[in-house]
């Protein structure tokens, strides 16, 4: 809403030629949504401050942004913080009201443009995301800011409530302005979670425009890059691409990363799916079930194993299956790999027919999201009905939480976990799901293995008892 | 067949008809003379659908799947059904056969057995298509050939039509109706367990209902009793009269005196089959009790043994009754099988559903057909002895074991009441001991059943019936969200027996200040021409649904659910309420005492209730979109707003011309702002101990046997008053005021109340008809309640500045009539889950109404009405 900016240069009132705007005068621009108002609240040889008000239609806001699918909780609302705070809008807004001084154009007083000027900026209630100061100064300091912050609490009223997400923000620096507004204009909004418009390509040029070489020497453009355009991985992508092909033609000696390096970089979740997938072939089963596959990422293993013929992928959330479909680019799938994999919509405390008749099951990192009460059905619908010969099943090691430092005493490691189990309490709940539907469990740690705590994850696999005494039938010497 | 000159072909009324003859011996004519068009399935048809072409032999493959197809769905659905196809081969024929098998549906024939040289001049007559003589020729002689072996291909009635006269004689088909087929029979019925020779007990039982039995001289029809039973009632055996027990003679003479009096229906059992396979003089193991029964009935006279084979052979595998509201069966039926006649269907009766595998007693292995069933008949049967008659899915198992000393169970129709007498000995043991795998168990059989609902019964596009309104389609788009937040977040669907449903606001006030006023929502009813409204004052809280019991083994008997407390208080999208347990029972005790200090259990004759009530503060449940939303909305605000009106103030102090306008339009959002921030302060404030949480019950829902929508508004705020007394500082009474639409000073009393309660921060008001549900015009019914909420509250729906004028004009513009159909819809959804839930249905049907009411909020309307 509000942004000031003001300099000590003297001339302080040079500012006025600087950015077109004249010190005496209150002038006003129109906005999508509303209005940018300019005026100076000082203006003296020795101080100058111009304000940047903007006044947004919260009405017009949420009617207009209606008939979009995808309106994000704080923007289809009348209760808005937009209308208050330093975003994108106010990005938009630099760019309306000051778009010649930040295009480094001045009528006036050309030499001013390229020089460097002492300023002071202040923004109120610029909202930024958990770990809100520390994002602010990595964006600020490396281009030379001082950097001032203060965070806003919620309610004074109600102390237990905390912080809010809002900063006061005073950024000191000497530089020429044209720099200064560029700065502000693709900063601000990459400290914005809530934008208001979509990413398009255009954006993308704009970015780079904009960013120009202060960008690509930043140490967090990656992070810049990623926020600005909404973390849309595939324009993301394309932006970054360019900007490596700007950095290649620059110096062309990058060294490659070695095998060794990259195989360690292997993520915890990567080797539990490495890890189910090994117990499934293991299984010798040929008919195979992700329950709760969420976007895929063991489908996509299991697709590349010709053990598997059949696949099918279950998950409760119809929108990861969707997204799920784009990451295995199903839409594209030759006939035969159509009826090699399926994805259904299913919850895993209902009986389902279409879950009968698989060789086996894997459900990773799925039982903790269900109400510790609700896994009675759980465990009726897997065993009982489903009842395949072979269950992968894994769930969090909650022993080796400690070895989480950023992990509070006591806290789960995701906000949606019902439960986490210790080693001890895995195993007697799934020796009882052995006994009583007549599965037997052996037990394996997930990840590297720590000799206190156990590894950071845990696996059981069930095989049916009649699977095997059929295989001591077969193979009675085999101990 | 009657004479020469006038045939009547005599059919079942569900059959599969086969028209066997050759090319243009008139089975096409005669179809479309003696069946309505549906019923005839034409393989010439059937190639022209696949080929553009009727004459396309090439396409005869293909033809005949889809005319298999064809006939397969209408045999699955009951229906009588006509293939006219030369059908001439025996190999053609015997795939129809198998296909009528399938669907337990007889098969039958009539044969054209018309001289070639009258189908070669048919064939020359043809206009629309002629075939070479060559090709009749061929198909003559080979009928020929094949025919003669026809009776032994399984076709249940035969017909010959030997000559275009026989064929243009017939003047048309009698339907004859299945000997299943009872429908007609209306009852009330008793209905009688395996009675399996225990006389004495048989007796007692009739007696027990009401029946007379006397002793009578035995004569050609009646052998030796004569029962009388209560008025217009009858008797029904499901089966097993006879084996194991001290009298099966005489079990015999009074069931046989019965249905011949007409006093009693009488399904076979297996052991009855057995005894009717030995008196025919067929190899019989003498085992399981039937070297009893062989014993008993020695030195009977040859007459009587006679007439216990005739009448064994005479019974129906079981019988379709009431309009085809009961099914009677020894082992009982699935649904497919009803009202049909097959060898597989006289085996499932007999002997239900087996796999074929032996269990560990040495008995086989049967498949629970009663868990699968979905049927809308009731199915009774026997044959495998419980301890307890227990209702599943519309069937119940009333073989309670008597000759293995349980007792002798009679069920009575259709009162569905269970009238029993004990064993008077243990006459035979069990295979199987009859306690086997019940002994600790508490729930009943559908309750145990019920622990997993199927996904199939609640997803995916869904038509619910209710009462209220008929039927609610529940769209896929909008199952799907539903599925999700159930199977992630609710509790255990037995607690979900409700959801509530939205609520729409009034009518936009015209008046310039007011976005919504009680003048509309009074209006609303006024214009419907309710005369009475109740106003209740809205808390400002979240919706919460509370069940509670006496005890948990209350919850266990009526809900089915065991170790999970003494209740559940669940939000509106079936979450639960408290995350910590100890809080959570804490409440629920403080509930329920209250409601025993107050005699509540007492007085509704129950031992649990479920209310529908408001839980506060606001901010307990609320906490993260307070925090998120409001508070933040608040915190940007207050840092920027001062300091917008300070820099305003310095520039024009400086000379700077500030419109005034805007100048006051930013000190207006400042004072605005507070507003704001005062308006939802209202409703947090910290939670530390039990007292500070209030619910506030507004609806009695629902107590054993009973949903209290017959009970006015007014009853449920006064009856609630009473109970709260109990506990208030926990509890509390809803403020509500009664209004007279008719009377202008009552109108306007409600009014000033709003203005009073509004005034001081409260969130307003909701107004009910009299009547918890208020007929319209149209068959339906009115809005259950429409709230109307204050100018302060409305802040923090439609946001700080709402109330500047040019935003209160646009807001305005605002469409209801989404919302109240929402209402209307979720409100009969959630009344039909109550009644289902206190008929003690199965836990898919009212699981499938609350699933509707979820999915039904997920559909597409403006948040903030």
Known sequence: MLLTLQTTHRPATDLGYLLHKHPGRFQSVDLSHGKAHIFYPEASESRCKVALLLEIDPIALVRNTRNQKAVNFSLGQYVNDRPYVASSFMSVALSKAFNTAMNAKCKDKPALVAQALPFEVELHSLPAPKGGEVLIRKLFEPLGYTVELERQPLDAQFETWGMSKYFRLVLRHTLPLHLLLTHLYVLIPVLDNDKHYYVSKDEIDKLIERGGTWLQEHPEREQITQRYLLHLKSLTRNAMDRMLEQEADAENDGPEEPEEMKARKVSLHQQRLKQAVKALKASGASRVLDLGCGEGKLLRLLLRERQFREICGMDASFKTLQNARKR??????????????????????????????????????????????????????????????????????????????????????????????????????????????????????????????GGPSQMAVFTRNDVLNQESEIDPDDN | MTTENEIRLELPELCLVLLIGTSSSGKSTFAKKHFAPYEIVSSDYCRGLVSNDENNQQAT??????????????????????????????????????????????????????????????????????MSPNVIRMQSQQMKRDLRKIKYEGLRKLHFLKSEAQVN????????????????????????????????????????LGYTVAEVEATEQNFGFEVTPPEGRRAFFVGDLVDRGPKSPEVLRLAMSMVNAGTALCVPGNHDMKLHRYLSGKKVQLKHGLDLTVAQLEGASPEFLHAVKEFLYRLVSHLVVDEGRLVGAHAGLKESMHGRASGAVRSFCLYGETTGEIDEFGLPVRLSWAEEYRGKAMVVYGHTPVPEAEWLNRTIDIDTGCVFGGKLTALRYPEAQLVEVAARKEYAVPARPLDWEEQQRKLNQQQQYDDVLDLAEVSGKRIVQTRLRHNITIREENSIPALEIMSRFAVNPKWLVYLPPTMSPCETSPLPEFLEHPAEAIGYYAAKGVPQLVCEEKHMGSRAVVVVARNEAAVTEHFGIEGEGIGICYTRTGRNFFTDRELETAFLTRVRDALEAS???????????????????????????????????GAAASAVLPEVNALLATSAARGVEVPAELATAFQQRESKMQQYRAAYRHYCWPVAQLDDLKLAPFHILATEGKVYHDQTNQWHMDTIAGFVKADPALLMATPYKVVDTADPKSVQA????????????????????????????????????????????????????????????????????????????????????????????????????????????????????
């Open chain 2, 599 to 633: 005699g509540f259990f007492e007085t509704f004759e129950t031992e649990w209730v479920v209310l529908d009530c408001e839980l506060m503060p606001w901010s307990l449940k609320a906490q993260a979109l307070l925090k998120d939303q409001y508070a933040s909305v």
């Open chain 2, 750 to 865: 409600a009014i000033d109340w709003w203005l009073e309660m509004t005034g001081k921060g409260g969130e307003g008001m909701v107004v009910k008809p009299m009547n918890f549900v208020h007929p319209d015009t149209k068959g339906g019914f009115l809005q259950p309640a429409v709230k109307c909420r204050g100018k302060e509250y409305l802040r923090i729906i439609y946001g700080p500045e709402y109330d500047f004028d040019h935003h209160l004009k646009r807001l305005k513009g605002r469409h209801l009539k989404h919302k109240r159909s929402m209402a209307i819809r979720e409100f009969a959804l959630g009344m039909e889950a109550l009644e289902r839930f206190i008929r003690k249905e199965p836990l898919r049907r009212i699981h499938e109404s609350v699933f509707g009411v979820l999915a039904l909020e997920s559909e597409e309307v403006d948040p903030r009405l």
């Open chain 2, 169 to 208: 004689a017939v003047t048309g088909i009698v339907r004859e109706r299945l000997y299943n087929d009872r429908k007609e029979e209306k009852g009330p019925f008793d209905i009688i367990g395996d009675v399996h020779g225990c006389f004495d007990e048989l007796i007692e039982l009739l007696e027990k």
């Open chain 2, 61 to 130: 493959k293909d033809a005949f799947d889809v005319l298999h197809y064809i006939i397969g769905m209408r045999l699955k659905n009951g229906l009588l059904t006509v293939v006219d196809a030369t059908n001439i081969q025996k190999s053609d024929r015997a795939k129809l056969v198998a296909l009528a098998r399938q669907h337990h549906v007889l098969p039958t024939g009539i044969v054209f057995e018309l001289s070639e040289r009258v189908a070669q001049a048919r064939n020359k007559k043809r206009e629309d298509r002629q």
């Open chain 1, 328 to 453: 295995l680019y199903m839409d594209e799938f030759s006939p035969r790999q159509n009826e090699r994999l399926k994805l259904i919509h299913g919850a895993l405390t209902y009986r389902d027919k279409r879950l009968e008749g698989y060789d086996a099951a894997a459900i990773i990192e799925v039982i903790e999201h269900l109400d510790e009460n609700r896994l009675q059905a759980f465990s009726r619908v897997v065993f009982e009905f489903a009842r395949p010969e072979t269950v992968v099943l894994t769930t969090p090691n909650a022993e080796y939480n400690v070895r989480f430092e950023t992990l509070p005493a006591g806290a789960f490691r995701h906000p949606d976990h019902r439960f986490e189990w210790t080693r001890q309490e895995f195993e007697t709940w799934a020796r009882a799901i052995g006994d009583k539907f007549g599965y037997r469990p052996e037990f394996s740690p997930v990840g590297e293995e720590d000799p206190e705590v």
